[in-house]
Nanobody, 125 residues
Framework: QVQLVESGGGLVQAGGSLRLSCANSGRTFGSYAMGWFRQAPGKEREFVAAISWSGSSTYYADSVKGRFTISRDNAKNTVYLQMNSLKPEDTAVYFC??????????????????WGQGTQVTVSS
């Protein structure tokens, strides 16, 4: 059973930065494609970023491209989301997701098998 635990959320002013972490308990973390999604109040969960099992391929939503960076450390079973130049519209609960696959471009909710509980990110104006 894979467990995903997010951390690093919090309250930050517009223009600030946060780094989210997601620890994956799976023994074969290096074989999992990982993604980040977010859900704002009253809105559907949306794709933010994804990274392939090797880390060689990354994908981003247009709304975060150039501001957010997804990365992974397979030795630490952890995936990160570095968020810079944060905007109030980035306020949401952020979720990490995982799938045991060699596929790379996974941007849909149904592309993932495992989900974390989420971490709140609030950006004040």
């Amino acid at each position: 059973q894979v467990q995903l635990v997010e951390s690093g959320g919090g309250l930050v002013q517009a223009g600030g930065s946060l780094r989210l972490s997601c620890a994956n308990s799976g023994r074969t973390f290096g074989s999992y494609a990982m993604g980040w999604f977010r859900q704002a109040p009253g809105k559907e969960r949306e794709f933010v970023a994804a990274i392939s099992w090797s880390g060689s391929s990354t994908y981003y939503a247009d709304s975060v491209k150039g501001r957010f960076t997804i990365s992974r450390d397979n030795a630490k079973n952890t995936v990160y989301l570095q968020m810079n130049s944060l905007k109030p519209e980035d306020t949401a609960v952020y979720f990490c997701a995982a799938r045991l696959t060699s596929s790379t471009r996974l941007e849909g909710l149904r592309d993932y098998d495992y989900w974390g509980q989420g971490t709140q990110v609030t950006v004040s104006s």
